[in-house]
């Protein structure tokens, strides 16, 4: 690569999917239905550095998820570019170096029930990708790889015998991150792994993910819903609202000073453990339809601090310190 | 009223199968006063809302109730006819369910359903019964509830939806309240609503609420006192602040450990959370005394053999043989 080190591992600039919502076509000529398109993300951009933990957080519907499918090539962007290790990914003309940039990035689901197939033993789950990339010349090297592979998650070389039903979820959750692995990728999208899981087992996947990415130097985008999770994992983390992305920022930076008025909406809505007693003001109102969102800012309707140029134009992510808002009340520095 | 509204002793749930009998709810014993929210918090699979099926009489066959007793208002209700619980529930236990989609029929509008909800427990006329679900609505904060009222499940948000659930379980002005995961479906700010709800009723109408769900932080904010539950049983369970602040059973204090607490981490970049080794057994394998005692880095002689039963310790109740001698 001729790319210096020093360069974002992964830039997306101005990023936009949209759905195609519309009813069928015949219901659309005979009732004069309008098309509906949904813009499930829209005007994303940002850069995930080598070796950090980028987190995207949000409500349901944010759009965080389509950010990661859109990262890996499970949907196409229908609008904007994103860039990996210098090769436009997005770019229907390069088709293979993109497909040399994705064999380094791979993606860990949710649900660890539905990501494994059921009929394949963890031994077939986790050699398959190092057989579709030929990293292994050998039937014995790749017996060796998996059973490294399975220990370096902390599974029993033995495991690899088994069938997926045989674990429960946290050790399925192990066999996906070994699946991820096994194509020896730098990149991994990781998306909510563990919000299907208890907590004493989500902390034994956090910690396990936190030390692989010590050991193999790589690089996470981490989304979840859960901003407790995301402290403690994610150098910086980004808040998305409505496929936008509203703030971006350094972890300590997001959690000593929100500035966005969605962002300390989201972290007085956390439920208080230390029991300070602090009285916490619940948020009015819910995210509004995606198919009809309002005029300007997003958030203007719930928001606190809202005035005129709010509801009519919106924001754009601008620089605010160690941070970058998409506040109009923050640019004119009334907040 | 004096002396508790809901009071279970001994509580045992079983679920014969062709491999022998396995024991879901093994023993517990615990009471919710009028007024107090009791938690009830665990993992997947630790029995808490076996529990939760076993009071409003709702256990799925070939799940029973083989020991024990349960007690609404002094009256014992775990062996009546299924017609006279029946009608118990609904009038004197309102139940909500995680999935509010779930919970209501998606053919009627609310109205209907509320309607028919309270004419089928309390004696009023159609136009009384109408009035009583728009109160209703507005109690749980739908807005204009006027112009709701006659809209179907599908036309409702998530949060909305699960307002209505609750409205439904508070139709016939039930006594106890159970709460079965009823915001984990709901992204954070409106659970934090829904939460604010609960706390309001059982303050305001002194309903016993039993709030089972595996969000130790939705406990904090709710209730009064927590059943903390492992493989079937109570391993603590006492005021809230005194489980969360200073639990006293190893299994409490690795759950509180291994939850991630907002800003804790920042900064000290990739602190370790503690964690429990290993997993809740599974129901066919519960170990021999301390059903904790595989995973537990304090566990001697004794916890392998026998079980422990509840042991004050301080306001809590801890089944743990550390605390046998205070």
Redesign the interface.
């Known amino acids: 690569m001729a790319e210096a080190a020093t360069q974002p591992l992964l830039r997306l600039e101005e990023v936009g999917r949209d759905f195609d919502v519309s009813r069928p076509w015949l219901n659309r000529v005979l009732e004069g239905d309008p098309r509906l398109l949904l813009r499930a993300v829209d005007g994303v951009s940002f850069e995930v550095r080598r070796g950090e933990t980028l987190a995207l957080v949000g ?2 519907g944010c759009g965080k998820s389509t950010v990661a499918r859109l990262i890996v090539g499970l949907y196409e962007p229908s609008r904007g570019r994103i860039v990996f290790d210098g090769v436009e990914i997005t770019d229907p003309g390069a088709r293979a170096e993109t497909t040399r940039a994705r064999r380094r990035m791979q993606m860990i689901f949710q649900d660890p029930y539905a990501s494994l197939n059921p009929r394949w033993r963890v031994r077939e789950v986790v050699a398959e990708p190092i057989r579709v990339l030929r990293l292994a010349s050998s039937e014995a090297e790749i017996e060796a790889r998996v059973a490294e592979l399975l220990a370096q998650v902390g599974l029993a070389a033995e495991d690899g015998e088994k069938y997926p039903h045989e674990f ?4 399925r959750q192990r066999i996906s991150i070994a699946r991820a692995l096994s194509g020896r990728p730098g990149f991994l999208v990781c998306d909510e792994p563990t919000s299907a899981l ?7 996947i ?2 396990l993910m ?1 030390e692989l ?2 050991q193999l130097a790589l690089t996470y985008l981490f989304i979840s ?5 995301v ?3 994610a ?1 910086r983390i980004g808040v998305m609202y409505l496929g936008r992305l509203v703030e971006l920022a350094p ?2 930076e997001l ?2 000073r929100p500035k966005h008025p969605y962002t300390r ?11 300070s007693g602090k009285a ?1 003001t ?2 009015a109102g ?2 509004p339809n995606p198919l009809a969102p309002p005029a300007g800012c997003a958030f203007n309707p719930r928001c606190p601090h809202a005035n005129d140029r709010c509801r009519s134009e919106p924001p754009a992510l601008l620089p605010a310190g160690a941070a970058a808002v998409a506040c109009h009340a923050v640019e004119e520095k009334r907040i | 009223m004096s002396g508790p509204l809901l009071e279970v002793k001994g509580l045992r749930v079983e679920f014969p199968t062709r491999r022998g009998t396995l024991v879901a709810v093994d023993g517990i014993s615990f009471s919710i006063a009028p007024g107090e929210v009791l938690g009830v918090v665990g993992e997947s699979g630790a029995g808490k809302s076996l529990t939760g099926m076993a009071v409003i009489g709702l256990l799925e066959p070939p799940g029973r109730i083989a020991a024990g007793e349960i007690r609404l208002e002094g009256e014992r209700i775990d062996q009546l006819p299924y017609e006279k619980m029946r009608r118990i529930r609904g009038r004197r236990i309102g139940a909500i369910f995680q999935d509010p989609l779930t919970s209501l029929n998606p053919l009627y509008t609310v109205g209907t359903q509320l309607i028919e909800t309270i004419q089928t427990h309390l004696d009023l006329a159609p136009a009384e019964a109408r009035a009583r679900a728009l109160a209703l609505l507005r109690e749980v904060g739908i807005p204009a509830p006027e112009s709701r009222v006659d809209h179907y499940p599908h036309q409702f948000s998530g949060g909305m939806r699960q307002r209505v659930v609750i409205a439904l379980a508070l139709c016939a002005e039930p006594r106890l309240v159970i709460a079965d995961e009823p915001t984990t479906a709901l992204d954070v700010s409106i659970q934090a609503q829904i939460i604010q709800l609960l706390k309001r009723l059982a303050r305001e109408r002194g309903t016993a609420v039993m709030l089972i769900t595996h969000d130790m932080g939705v406990i904090a904010e709710t209730a009064d006192r927590v059943a903390v539950m492992y493989a079937g049983r109570i391993a603590e369970i006492g005021p809230v602040r005194e489980v969360i602040h200073a639990p006293r059973h190893p299994y409490t204090v690795g759950l509180m450990g291994s939850i991630p607490k907002v800003g804790a981490g920042v900064g000290k970049r990739h602190a370790r959370l503690v964690q429990i080794e290993g997993a809740m057994p599974r129901l066919n394998a519960i170990p021999a005394g301390c059903a904790f005692n595989p995973r537990c880095p304090k566990r001697f002689e004794r916890c392998l053999r026998e079980r422990p039963g509840p042991l004050p310790a301080g306001s809590n109740l801890v089944a743990c043989w550390l605390h046998v001698h205070g």
Do not use: C, K
């Open positions: 409500e349901s429960s979820g946290g050790q208890d907590v004493s087992v989500q902390a034994q956090l910690n936190t990415q010590e819903h859960n901003l407790a999770v402290s403690h994992i150098d972890a300590e959690f000593a909406m989201l972290l007085d809505a956390v439920p208080d453990l230390a029991m916490r619940p948020v819910e995210v």
